[in-house]
């Protein structure tokens, strides 16, 4: 699954607001342990002109010197958790915190990234505001070395990057994309040439009504702390990535005039797997280049043999008809290519019933047998391609599914992959020649799967079906595939997985009805 959530390390409320006398503000004031953040701007209430705002300031673990939890945003890149800079999107997201009075409506939030360090303080009052100390809205830190002011009462912040968030109903959550500004707290505040500056230093962000200038009051929204009891309402960052790898070693089509260009090609794996742990394979120097050929069966269908089959262009393949495609690293011991094969280009053969790849070091472009053929050979693996037809109707599916490797609980550090067997649900094979035979998987092209918790529905984990494809599943040989990372829920409760699946006849995606119950124990 491409998800991976971090939740806040320091947040707390800063305010200018009146105090209950009316007569003095309480700029010193500080809710750091407060298990609420608020915004509000209040205009009006000591004279006709008076206007009273607060601001939310909160600090996430980026790197490991700011995160002090064992785990930050930058430690999980470091270590293959999460992808490069340009194939994954962060967000962020606070949730709302229910209260009894008037909440704003139709309003603009502003999300900045705070220009110097400050400390989250102890402070629980929001109503009298009692509690002083730092972070507040005249001092950052507070510390037996001195008080530190900021440079302008309310907080410092960067002019850029601003993210804004438009807010159209009062209990409404808040999720934004600030990836651009996640990905320089990553780089960090380091030194470019002429002297510029890369990337900028963690130190959370600020959230303000975007017009605190108005000549009206906004009411006051509430969005749960980090401090919160409950565990899914806390503010978090949160990484999405389409980790899904769809192998079509198990729907591998010929090339076809019926389809475009890009639906010809076949994406095909190699897991290199040593010792039950995935590793790089050593040869293939720096650039991990590694070729892929296909070979026709025996009389007996059994091993590759004669010479390699001619590929059309696409994909791996850059010049058509060659005998090799290029595959390249896709992360640690995982290798892909793309190609294409017509169905009777080859050698003036009819069509195959089973091809044979071949993954090997060898860029040799001379049409030679593989058994003479240079290079180091890595794997040989088996497919059974098949020819694309149209039809005459318009199809229409329903799929049944099943968990074939569902416990009844997990532990909370676990990261499980859950393995779906996936039918047509009218599928309704001959008896007598199938009950003894594997049950054929169908390889759904776009699945997607959610959470939610069993005591109240609560989606946990959403259906990822808009861009960022985070919850799509993987598939196989086997069939369809996706790994949960359990840390991600609480334990002590029951879960629910669901599944969706596109319908490309009609555009929509369709929800599978069955939940699959486990649950997770400390």
């Known amino acids: ?98 209260h009894p009075f008037t909440l704003p409506r139709d309003y603009n939030l502003t999300i900045a990234a705070v220009s110097r360090s400050w400390d989250e303080g102890t402070g629980l009052d929001m109503e009298a505001y009692s509690d002083s100390g730092s972070a507040n809205w005249s001092s950052a830190v507070s510390s037996s070395s001195g008080v530190v002011h900021w440079g302008t009462a309310g907080g410092d912040f960067h002019t850029t990057p601003k993210f804004s968030a438009y807010v159209d109903k009062g209990p409404d959550d808040l999720e934004v994309e600030i990836t651009w500004l996640v990905e320089e707290w990553i780089s960090g505040s380091t030194a470019g040439a002429g002297g510029s500056t890369l990337g900028k230093e963690n130190d959370g962000v600020g959230i303000y009504l975007t017009n605190e200038s108005a000549y009206s009051s906004s009411y006051t929204k509430k969005y749960f702390a980090r401090d919160s009891e409950f565990f899914f309402k806390r503010p978090v960052i949160e990484a999405r990535w389409e980790s899904a790898k769809k192998d079509n070693r198990g729907n591998f089509y010929y090339s076809s005039s019926l389809a475009p260009a890009a639906d010809n090609l076949n994406i095909l794996y190699l897991y290199n797997y040593v010792r039950g742990r995935l590793r790089d394979i050593p040869g293939l120097g720096g650039d991990n280049k590694i070729y892929v050929s296909l070979y026709s069966g025996s009389g007996d269908n059994t091993v590759p043999t004669g010479s390699a089959l001619r590929l059309s262009k696409g994909g791996g393949t850059v010049t058509n008809l060659d005998i090799n495609a290029t595959g390249s690293k896709v992360s640690t011991g995982i290798y892909s290519c793309s190609l294409a094969l017509t169905a009777a280009s080859t050698h003036g053969e009819t069509t195959l019933t089973k091809i044979f790849d071949i993954w090997h070091t060898s860029s040799d472009g001379v049409d030679v047998d593989v058994k003479t053929r240079g290079g180091t050979i890595y794997h040989t693996g088996a497919i059974t391609p098949v020819v694309l037809h149209s039809s005459d109707i318009k199809p229409y599916k329903r799929y049944a599914c099943n968990i074939t490797n569902l416990r009844h609980a997990y532990y909370k550090d676990e990261t499980v992959q859950f393995r779906v067997y996936t039918r047509e649900r009218d599928w309704n094979p001959n008896i007598y020649s199938k009950a003894v035979a594997t049950p054929v998987a169908n390889y759904i092209d776009s699945a997607s799967f959610k959470v939610i918790r069993i005591v109240d529905e609560l989606d946990v984990i959403a259906f990822g079906t808009g861009s960022d494809r985070h919850t799509h599943l993987s598939y196989d040989l086997s069939g369809s595939y996706f790994d949960l990372d359990m840390a991600l829920l609480q334990p002590g409760y029951a879960y629910g997985i669901k599944f969706a699946f596109y319908d490309p006849a009609v555009s929509t995606w369709n929800e599978y009805p069955d939940v699959f119950k486990f649950r997770v124990e400390e």
């Open 1 to 98: 699954m491409g998800i991976k959530r971090y939740t806040a390390i320091a947040d707390t409320t800063i305010t200018n607001a009146f105090k209950p006398n009316l007569t003095s503000r309480a700029t010193g004031s500080n809710m750091g342990l407060s298990d609420s953040l608020e915004v509000f701007r209040i205009y009006g209430q000591e004279s006709s002109s008076s206007a009273e705002l607060s601001r939310v300031l909160i600090k996430f673990p980026v790197t490991g010197a700011n995160g002090g939890s064992g785990y930050s945003i930058k430690t999980d890149r470091d270590n293959g958790v999460i992808p490069a800079s340009g194939s994954v999107s962060f967000y962020l997201r606070l949730f709302n915190a229910p």
